[in-house]
């Protein structure tokens, strides 16, 4: 099993992660099933890698599309930025919207990377851009 389908697996039986080190706590553990506990034995550095960046994008301002793949943050009524892992990559862009329009009207790539902490590092440079613009034009 995929470290990031363990985990939705767990969550959906009523049980929650938490990173303590190089350890992992689960809560409500007599909830999980024997064979989710032995996938997590299995897979517990890989967890404990998605739940890192979960806490890293969490700390960032972005809320948890999909633990370890998508990460979404709202710019304003109109804006979204997103994180997305695609294959081995990392990117991070921005759509935006109109009002009774499902589909983005624009959407614009920010930056590409191999690496989780570098997108995420552009993802912020990003945010303070925008927000000195915005304190411009006030």
Not at 20 to 44: A, C, H, M, Q
Not at 49 to 78: H, W
């Amino acid at each position: 099993m995929e470290p990031v389908q363990l985990i939705q697996s767990i969550e959906q039986v009523g049980c929650f992660l938490q990173a303590e080190g190089e350890n992992v706590r689960i809560f409500n553990s007599n909830r999980l099933p024997d064979y989710l506990i032995n996938e997590l034995r299995t897979n517990k550095c890989s967890v404990l890698k998605i739940m890192d960046r979960d806490d890293k994008a969490k700390m960032a301002g972005f809320i948890i599309a999909l633990p370890g793949e998508l990460y979404t943050s709202t710019l304003s009524k109109v804006s979204v930025v997103y994180i997305e892992r695609i294959g081995n990559q990392w990117q991070v862009w921005r759509e935006m919207y109109q009002s009774n329009k499902e589909k983005a009207v624009s959407c614009k790539h920010i930056f590409t990377s191999g690496t989780f902490e570098l997108v995420l590092l552009k993802a912020k440079s990003y945010f303070d851009y925008i927000g000195r613009i915005k304190e411009g034009s006030n």
